[in-house]
């Protein structure tokens, strides 16, 4: 059976079960019936999760090609439990320029008080990335395609260049949400995913995972998020949950809107450049579709506003694209991102023509999307012609 159909028929646990979902348990006492099942359970504390958590977690391995997931909080703890997991004082970090923000803020700002150092590397050059490796680099960390950027590194090459170094890599997989994009099958060692947005799908939740192919390093996941009482509540779980079983059917269809709109942005006088890996004109178009099976509803573009008027008559006259950060949810999102793009000197948004926007194709009726975003850029004409 393909993957979408296991999704939905995966009810793990329980054969007594008579529901087509698991039961919510908001526990923390675990009811155990003896002195045994008290203290080798391994489930015996609601904080190591119950059901929910056993059937996600379950739904994530087969998503992702994975023996192993632990569930996190957010986003942004799963990334800092993944880095942290393969890490000790002493070690050496290397990530992608293009990674998410806040985790670069995790390498740059908290890794160096555990005694962490860490550097970062421009995804498209390579070599840099080899010369930068030193003995006491631990681990590689990794975002396909970037968070803003949407750069993809050759994810096989890196991987390659890893394990020559005994060096481990790491996945930021959540544009993908795992559906277009399996990392571990190209030999990354840790995949991480913001199940707030596609598996959510809905923006009304949190949560993160952790996922990776080797027992030994599944074990090591599981004890330092034991150790950091990291656990995710079981509503958000089960948001999370029942997010997996319309999955694909959401993904194809974020897929298509966001491909019809950026192939028609890039008919606009107004618009420098599209920045989406399916199209040609991506500088990492051969390796998406050498790595990735199809794209999902985040992309970015330049807009040729020479000042913060014309952007800002952009941005107001858009109805249907709200402005608000996150994504993956059911709405259009649209964001300007150059106020929290700092990159390396060598990086090309250092020599942009434009301002850099980003959308989130959401699943409203494509053409009433376009619509919106014909209304966005005439208003940037109209200011353009006063
Ligand atoms: C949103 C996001 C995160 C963080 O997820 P939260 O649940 O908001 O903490 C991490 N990585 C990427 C690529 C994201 O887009």
Avoid at 14 to 30: G, H, K, L, Q, W
Avoid at 84 to 100: F, I, K, P, Q
Wanted: glycine letters at 10%.
């Amino acid at each position: 059976m393909k993957l979408p159909t296991r999704l939905i028929h995966n009810r793990k646990g329980n054969p007594e079960r008579r529901t087509v979902n698991p039961p919510v348990e908001r526990a923390s006492t675990v009811l155990l019936p003896d002195r045994g099942a008290l203290y080798g359970s391994g489930t015996g504390y609601g904080r190591m999760g119950l059901s929910v958590h056993r059937e996600l977690e379950a739904a994530l391995c087969e998503i992702e090609g994975a023996a192993h997931a632990r569930l996190t909080p957010s986003g942004l703890s799963a990334c800092a439990v993944g880095i942290a997991s393969a890490v000790r004082a002493g070690d050496h970090v290397l990530l992608s320029d293009s990674v998410y923000g806040p985790t670069r803020r995790f390498c740059e700002k908290r890794l160096p008080k555990m005694g962490v150092s860490s550097a970062r590397f421009n995804p498209r050059d390579l070599a840099a990335l080899e010369r930068a490796i030193t003995p006491q680099t631990k681990l590689i960390v990794l975002e396909a395609p970037g968070s803003l950027t949407f750069e993809i590194s050759d994810t096989p090459a890196i991987v390659k260049m890893a394990r020559q170094a005994g060096v481990l890599t790491m996945m930021d997989n959540t544009w993908s949400a795992g559906v277009y994009h399996r990392p571990l099958d190209l030999g990354v060692d840790i995949s991480v995913q913001a199940l707030t947005k596609y598996m959510v799908g809905h923006a009304d939740a949190f949560g993160g995972a952790v996922m990776t192919t080797k027992p030994a390093h599944g074990a090591a996941v599981e004890a330092l998020t034991e150790d950091w009482g990291i656990s995710l509540g079981p509503d958000d779980a089960y948001a999370a949950l029942r997010g997996t079983r319309t999955l694909f059917t959401r993904l194809s269809a974020h897929q298509e809107s966001a491909l019809g709109l950026a192939r028609w942005l890039q008919t606009q006088p107004d618009v420098a450049l599209v920045i989406h890996p399916t199209l040609p004109s991506h500088p990492d178009h051969e390796i998406w579709r050498r790595d990735f099976s199809g794209s999902s509803g985040l992309f970015g573009f330049l807009l040729d506003a020479p000042d913060d008027a014309h952007i800002d008559a952009f941005l107001s006259a858009l109805n249907l694209f709200k402005m608000g950060f996150s994504w993956g949810g059911f709405e259009s999102l649209v964001i300007p991102c150059d106020e929290q793009l700092t990159r390396l000197p060598d990086d090309w948004t250092a020599h942009r023509q434009g301002r850099l926007v980003r959308l989130h194709a959401g699943l409203e009726d494509p053409g009433d999307l376009k619509a919106d975003l014909e209304r966005g850029l005439r208003a940037l004409h109209d200011v353009k012609n006063t």
